[in-house]
Structure formats: structure tokens, C-alpha cells
């Protein structure tokens, strides 16, 4: 009768183990429906022959399978190369979460505090002010910050800086005649420049999208005495086998590089609006050629925040680095906990001033350190379940990795600026298709 009852109890744990799994886990692979991932064929392939980009490139891994996969159109609309499976893409913004990896590698390494000022590693950073033009003496009108910005700042973008190519205001005016972030200046000359500007506002009080990630570069040189770009090779793209991922061109995979389109008359006006250049036709044309001479042998800047070329090959295996909880392949990159600390939210209730990835900061979603973050679903109004983290790029590009079903999502095409929401309909497009009744299931426990 014991031995009954003993195996009667070792049943029902391993029931209720099952069950705790099936709850708080998605270790087994999800089922899609055929008939429904057609639909995101149609929806990219209608975008296509609506000459709304050149070419798209999408791609959805579910516990460690491949189950959707498919390139539109061509990487080059005047050779009438198609976008291939190895297609190397600007993936802008996307270098940003590879930047915050490299620093919280040398935080693991005890190198740097999160909670110092910035300016302990980088004393050009030292004794920023704030521009202030109603309360503030001098010219710029500057006042004293309340403090200085912290590193955590830095990699949440609540420290103060901004991004003169999207900032039409004085300051924003301010960063061009700097030359913040120009390609024939490294980062050095960045953090140099940097510290003879005012802060848009005092440090933590604010969200807002900027330079901050360029930042992070120069500190990544100055607390590991190399150069951003051979950290970057040595310690995250060698290990993680991303071969085709660089801030320059290479002769040698020329033909395999994506051209970078904008809309019709947005060149000839690119040189006197930038980003806010507006279209003349509903054509595509190749972007403006300032938008590549960085990637060049002239170019010097390594961008923290946008300079890296990659394939979704190259940025699958990152990816799934970060939702391995920080290990790939036998190779560990960062610990489970310094993922963690990533992918949750940092900023709280900290107002946003800027929209990002053509979405806003709100209840739903937050931002980590150097991810946007889905806190809850309900609140976020996006598709991406609760816990998931992403980014996007300046050309259309975005990832995002979703831990509670094991999932990770790709989308590459090249038009700069970027205003369609070509990107945002995959989230839907994908999660569609899923007809399992126990995705995400963590949202069953959200309040």
C-alpha cells in the first residue's frame, strides 16, 4: 500500500511539473497554421509590387525552429538582384542593443558601475549643463543640472542628450554644427564635442531618444583600452560566428549588400532637410550618398547607436544569444542575470518625449537597458506578448525575442526614412498564425 501511495504521489508531481511548465514556459514548439502565415506572403508581396520598398526579408524562429521564412523582391531594383537569404542589410538601430551587450559585459567584468556618472569613465563628460532658455544665463542659455548623468542613464536614454538629425530645435541645430556623430570623426571627437553642449533637461527625468548609444561606444574604449570595433569583433561577433557583421563595406560581398533606397526627390532634398526631406513621386530611388560614405575606408565614426552592417543570419544568432539568457552554442556572452536586467523595464514612469520605433513609451511599454519591453500586452496595444523585447532600425529594420514562447522575429528591407508600418504588421502577422491556446500564458497572472 506504500509503495502504491509513494508511486500515486510521484505521478501527480509529475503532473503538476508538466502543468507548471505548460504555464510558465514554452519548452515545446507552438503550432502555425499554414493557411494563415500565407498571409503575411500576400501582405509583403502587395507592398512589393506597390513599389512601397524594394525589397523585404522575414523570418520567424520558434523553439529553435525555422518556421517561417521568405525574401521579397530585389536588394537591388536596377541590377534586378533579388534579396537572398544572405542579403547584407543597414541595420541602423539595431547596432544599439549590440552596444549595450558590450557594456554590460565589462559591468559583469567589474569595470564600470551602472549607477556612476558617466563621467568617471569619461571625464569629457564631466559638469554638464542644462540649456535652458528661459532660466538659463550665457549663450547658450545654460543653467546647472540637477545632476550628472549616470551610465544607466546613458543606456536608457534618460541622461540628457539628444539626436541632432531628428531635433529641430535649437540645440538639435546645435549638435549639426558640432558635427555629432559625423562620419569623418570618431568617437573620441564625439564625446569631446559633446561635453561643450548644454543637456536637453536634467538627467532621469525624461525619455528621450539620442546619441546616447554612440556614448556607450567611447565608453567601451575607455574602460577596455581597445577600440569600439575590435571589442565588438572579439568579444560578441567572433564568439557568436556573425562573420558577415561590420561598420564597412568589403569589396569581397559587394554583390550581397542591399542597396539603401529612399522615397522618389527625398535626395535632392536630403541635403537641406535630412530625415524630414519629403518625397516628389511614389517612386524608390538610391538614398542620398552621405547616408554611406561611412561605411567607406573614409569613414571613421563607429556608431554605437546605428554604423553596423548585418545579415538576419548574423542577428539570429545575437538574437538568440539573448533568448538563451545569454549563452549560444556552449559559448556564454553575458550571465542570465545581466539579461534579465536588460530585457525588464528601467524607466519606470519617466515621461517619454520622442516616439521610437513609430511607437511611444506608455504604461505597457517600457524600456530596459537597450531594448524596448513589453510590460503588459493590454496596456501596450501592440501584438508582442507580455515580457517580449525588441528594437528596429532607421531603414525599416526590427527584431524582437519573446522568452515566454520561445520565439524570435526578423524583418529586413532598406528605405530611409523609414515612415510605413511594414515592420509593425508582422507582429500581428505572426502571432496570427499561432492557433495554440497557451501562448504567452503569463498574461494570465498579469493584473
Not at 34 to 54: C, G, M, S
Not at 122 to 150: S, W
Not at 184 to 195: A, C, F, K
Amino acid at each position: 500500500m506504500k509503495q502504491q501511495t509513494r508511486i500515486l504521489v510521484a505521478l501527480f508531481a509529475i503532473g503538476l511539473l508538466a502543468a507548471w511548465g505548460s504555464l510558465f514556459g514554452s519548452s515545446q514548439s507552438l503550432h502555425f497554421d499554414d493557411e494563415r502565415l500565407k498571409r503575411i506572403n500576400a501582405h509583403y508581396q502587395a507592398a512589393i509590387d506597390k513599389q512601397t520598398v524594394a525589397g523585404i526579408r522575414a523570418l520567424i524562429v520558434q523553439n529553435d525552429r525555422t518556421v517561417y521564412e521568405r525574401n521579397f523582391g530585389y536588394r537591388d531594383l536596377a541590377g534586378q538582384k533579388p534579396v537572398t537569404d544572405d542579403t547584407i542589410f543597414h541595420i541602423y538601430s539595431m547596432t544599439k542593443p549590440i552596444t549595450s551587450v558590450a557594456v554590460m559585459i565589462l559591468f559583469e567584468e567589474g569595470k564600470l558601475l551602472l549607477h556612476e556618472p558617466i563621467a568617471k569613465y569619461i571625464p569629457e563628460l564631466a559638469n554638464l549643463k542644462v540649456y535652458d532658455p528661459v532660466n538659463g544665463k550665457g549663450n547658450p542659455p545654460v543653467r546647472k543640472a540637477a545632476r550628472q548623468p549616470t551610465v544607466n542613464d546613458v543606456l536608457t536614454h534618460r541622461a540628457g542628450f539628444t539626436y541632432g538629425l531628428f531635433d529641430r530645435s535649437a540645440l538639435g541645430t546645435m549638435y549639426g554644427e558640432a558635427g555629432i556623430g559625423a562620419p569623418t570623426t570618431d568617437l573620441q571627437d564625439l564625446v569631446e564635442e559633446l561635453g561643450k553642449l548644454p543637456l536637453a533637461f536634467d538627467p532621469g527625468t525624461k525619455w528621450h531618444y539620442s546619441v546616447s548609444t554612440d556614448v556607450l561606444g567611447r565608453l567601451v574604449e575607455a574602460v577596455s583600452g581597445q577600440k569600439f570595433g575590435t571589442f565588438l569583433k572579439q568579444r560578441i561577433f567572433t564568439p557568436l560566428k556573425m562573420t558577415d557583421t561590420s561598420f564597412r563595406f568589403d569589396a569581397d560581398k559587394a554583390d550581397r549588400m542591399a542597396v539603401l533606397y529612399s522615397r522618389e526627390g527625398i535626395p535632392a532634398d536630403f541635403e537641406k532637410n535630412g530625415y524630414y526631406a519629403k518625397p516628389t513621386g511614389p517612386g524608390l530611388e538610391p538614398a542620398h550618398r552621405a547616408l554611406l560614405f561611412g561605411y567607406t575606408d573614409q569613414g571613421v565614426f563607429e556608431s554605437g547607436g546605428a554604423g553596423l552592417l548585418s545579415t538576419t543570419t548574423d542577428y539570429l544568432q545575437f538574437a538568440k544569444m539573448l533568448l538563451n539568457r545569454g549563452e549560444l552554442d556552449g559559448v556564454r556572452i553575458l550571465s542570465p542575470n545581466s539579461i534579465d536586467m536588460m530585457r525588464h523595464d528601467q524607466v519606470g514612469n519617466t515621461p517619454p518625449t520622442a516616439r521610437l520605433t513609430n511607437i511611444m513609451l506608455n504604461d505597457g511599454i517600457g524600456f530596459g537597458l537597450g531594448f524596448g519591453t513589453i510590460k503588459n500586452q493590454a496596456l501596450s496595444g501592440l501584438a508582442l506578448p507580455t515580457g517580449s523585447y525588441f528594437w528596429g532600425g532607421a531603414a525599416g529594420t526590427f527584431f524582437w525575442v519573446d522568452p515566454q514562447n520561445d520565439l524570435i522575429g526578423l524583418f529586413m528591407t532598406q528605405l530611409v526614412p523609414h515612415r510605413t508600418t511594414l515592420r509593425q504588421d508582422m507582429w500581428g502577422l505572426t502571432y496570427q498564425a499561432i492557433g495554440d491556446n497557451r501562448v504567452n500564458p503569463q498574461d494570465l497572472f498579469q493584473p
